[in-house]
């Protein structure tokens, strides 16, 4: 069953100045939103979950985007995270332009594989058309980058 | 790190080894433009975490593995996520301490 990506588009949910340059920190800062949010469980474990991912492969998806993402024991439902960053995040040395915007997806640990491929490539679709990337790097506000986002969502 | 964080993140692994060898997993991922070279990369690091548990838990960790896939379960409001029992009273350990759900067997987890 595909998981509802309108309840995860919420302001509390969007980050418009990451604090970090590196893949490493940004994905500890973002692991930490996620506990606040009530969502994400132990952090530092959370973020070893997401860099354990980045072995696997590079998460960064080009066009300045990256899309981390587990399923994990340490996630009690789903969540999409939104990050931006106007400096740019050096994300891997396979990656050498910088990313600007960060996808963070998580989804429990019994979600489906497919599930879980479904909710990340519909948060991917969403901001690919470089228009709406544009956008999204300009806004100002927090509530408008929302905004931008739930527009685009059914 | 402690045998609990080994036992999550060796958990977390097997759900990514589990991602990408799963039959449209690898296809899809290349699709979104995630491709998954590091396999190998991924399976040395599982072998490591393996190799932190104590041969009790390493047991008991494959036991459940081959028997329902999921080793490792969390416990919320005090029923294990594996096969929803209400956990005993008794079964209440601090936040470091491993337990094993004693009506099926999988390792919880408590946050």
Redesign the interface.
């Known amino acids: 069953m595909a998981i509802s990506i309108g309840p995860t588009l919420h302001p509390a949910r969007f980050f418009s100045d990451l604090k970090h340059r590196r893949r490493e920190s940004v994905l500890a800062e973002l692991s930490r939103r996620a506990r606040a949010l009530g969502v994400g469980q132990e952090p530092e474990l959370l973020q070893a979950t997401l860099l354990l991912r980045e072995r696997l492969g590079s998460t960064c998806a080009g066009h300045g985007i990256a899309a981390p993402n587990a399923r994990s024991l340490l996630v009690s439902s789903p969540l999409v995270l939104v990050g931006r960053s106007r400096r740019g995040i050096a994300w891997s040395a396979a990656d050498p332009d910088p990313v600007h915007l960060v996808l963070l997806v998580l989804s429990p640990a019994e979600t489906p594989v497919s599930t879980h491929l479904d909710l990340v490539a519909r948060t991917l679709a969403i901001v690919r058309p470089a228009r709406v990337r544009q956008k999204l790097l300009e806004v100002e506000r927090v509530e408008e980058l929302a905004g931008i986002l739930r527009e685009l969502v059914p | 790190m402690s045998a609990r ?1 080994a036992l ?2 060796l ?3 097997d ?2 080894l ?3 060898h ?1 039959p ?2 690898r296809r ?2 290349r ?9 190998g ?2 399976e040395r ?1 599982r072998r490591q975490l393996h190799q932190q548990l104590e041969p009790h838990w390493m047991r008991a960790y494959e036991r459940a593995r081959r028997r329902y896939g ?1 080793a ?3 416990v ?1 409001d005090r029923v294990c ?1 594996g096969c929803y029992m209400a956990l005993p009273t008794s079964a209440s350990p601090g936040a470091e301490a491993l337990t094993v759900c004693e009506s099926c067997g999988r390792i919880l ?1 408590w ?1």
């Not at chain 2, 699709?31 to 396999?39: E, I, K, S, T």
């Open positions: 964080s999550v993140a958990h977390d692994a759900l990514l589990e991602e990408a799963a449209d997993g899809r991922c699709a979104l433009g995630l491709d998954l070279p590091g396999l990369a991924l690091a999921r490792v379960v969390a919320r996520q987890v946050h």
